[in-house]
């Protein structure tokens, strides 16, 4: 059955659209007028600047392939088959017969070198086909892990963070950096060097730092971010009580206070500690000795002492007496 000259056309017209309406005019795929035309050799490559479609091999050893077609007509029906060779031999592959415009094919890889993975999306549209295909080598799979042995500290009001390199694959010039310092601040980006030095920092202020790196695009690796580094956390408040001060004070303030308010009224600290022995007064002293309690109001008695009279006579001069 050959198909009416309009369908080129049509196919045609169509892909120039999508393309114009994705952003990437490098993004061609063939059409194929001919029904029959399914084999994988009918697939166009797509160019390595493609953004529609991205693989990775991240260093757990998970393969995510993921594509995003915003644009593709809603009645278009979509396939799409990963496969991954090494050496050029298939070892693994995975199919999606009923693809959305957007999505994803992940899973767990065997260890392995060499790695190459073919991508290749499968379109019928109105009795149409269309195949398009996405290569991805090994040096473009692999994810590299974040920079190692991050360190910060404060030093002379400045914050100073050392790294080292994610990858002795690459020279240090194709590394780019990532830097973040915690919440309200802005991300740092810079490449080939292994230390920072951020001036000005907050006194008392506590910094989250991590890091992580990508490869430049013209050292051919893989250009996706890596993984945010373990955080470390350096700049600690200039004033933290410890909790034995935080004891002592808790216990020694309010003894200070107790110390202070008893020599103020050291004059009463012995009347407290010494008290007075009672003494009562004369009046009740009888009734206390009798222990009467009928006397208690009478008066007490008074005894009058005797008075003794002593009668002096003078005796009268005898002239007659002789010596």
């Keep these: 059955m050959k198909l009416s000259p309009a369908f080129p056309a049509l196919?045609?017209?169509?892909?120039?659209?999508?393309?114009?309406?994705?952003?990437?005019?490098?993004?061609?795929?063939?059409?194929?007028?001919?029904d029959n035309a399914t084999g994988l050799d009918a697939?166009?490559?797509?160019?390595?600047?493609?953004?529609?479609?991205?693989?990775?091999v991240y260093p757990t050893n998970l393969l995510n392939c993921s594509w995003s077609f915003h644009t593709l007509d809603q009645d278009a029906e979509l396939s799409v088959s990963v496969r991954v060779s090494e050496n050029d031999e298939l070892v693994d592959s995975r199919l999606q017969g009923s693809?959305?415009?957007?999505?994803?094919?992940?899973?767990?890889?065997?260890?392995?070198e060499h790695r190459e993975v073919a991508v290749d999306f499968n379109v019928t549209l109105r009795g149409a086909w269309m195949c398009c295909r996405a290569s991805f080598d090994d040096d473009s799979l692999h994810i590299i892990p974040p920079p190692a042995n991050v360190t910060a500290s404060v030093q002379d009001g400045s914050l100073n963070v050392t790294w080292d390199a994610p990858s002795e694959s690459f020279p240090p010039h194709c590394f780019n950096y990532q830097l973040d310092m915690g919440e309200q601040e802005k991300l740092r980006n810079f490449s080939d060097k292994l230390q920072h030095l951020e001036p000005n920092v907050v006194p008392g202020h506590t910094?989250?730092?991590?890091?992580?790196?990508?490869i430049l695009e013209f050292c051919f690796g893989c250009t996706q971010w890596s993984e945010w580094s373990p955080t470390v956390t350096v700049g600690e408040p200039s004033?933290?009580?410890?909790?034995?001060?935080?004891?002592?004070?808790?216990?020694?303030?309010?003894?200070?206070?107790?110390?202070v308010l008893l020599l103020l009224r050291h004059q009463r600290l012995g009347k407290v500690l010494l008290p007075p022995i009672p003494r009562p007064p004369e009046k009740y002293k009888n009734f206390l000795e009798k222990n009467d309690p009928l006397n208690f109001f009478?008066?007490?008695?008074?005894?009058?002492?005797?008075?003794?009279?002593?009668?002096?006579?003078?005796?009268e001069h005898d002239p007659g007496a002789t010596n």
């Excluded at 196919?11 to 001919?34: A, K, M, R």
């Excluded at 697939?43 to 990775?56: G, H, R």
């Excluded at 693809?99 to 392995?112: E, H, N, T, Y």
Aim: proline share 5%; net charge negative; glycine share 4%.
């Design 207 to 214: 910094y989250k730092v991590r890091m992580r790196a990508r």
């Design 11 to 34: 196919w045609c017209s169509f892909l120039l659209l999508w393309i114009s309406q994705e952003g990437n005019s490098s993004d061609v795929c063939t059409f194929s007028p001919n």
């Design 298 to 315: 009478h008066p007490v008695s008074t005894i009058k002492s005797e008075e003794e009279i002593t009668e002096v006579e003078d005796a």
């Design 99 to 112: 693809a959305k415009r957007v999505g994803f094919i992940s899973w767990m890889l065997q260890d392995g």
């Design 43 to 56: 697939c166009e490559e797509l160019p390595n600047t493609s953004k529609a479609v991205i693989c990775l």
């Design 239 to 259: 004033f933290r009580l410890d909790p034995l001060v935080i004891a002592v004070i808790s216990l020694g303030v309010p003894m200070m206070l107790l110390a």
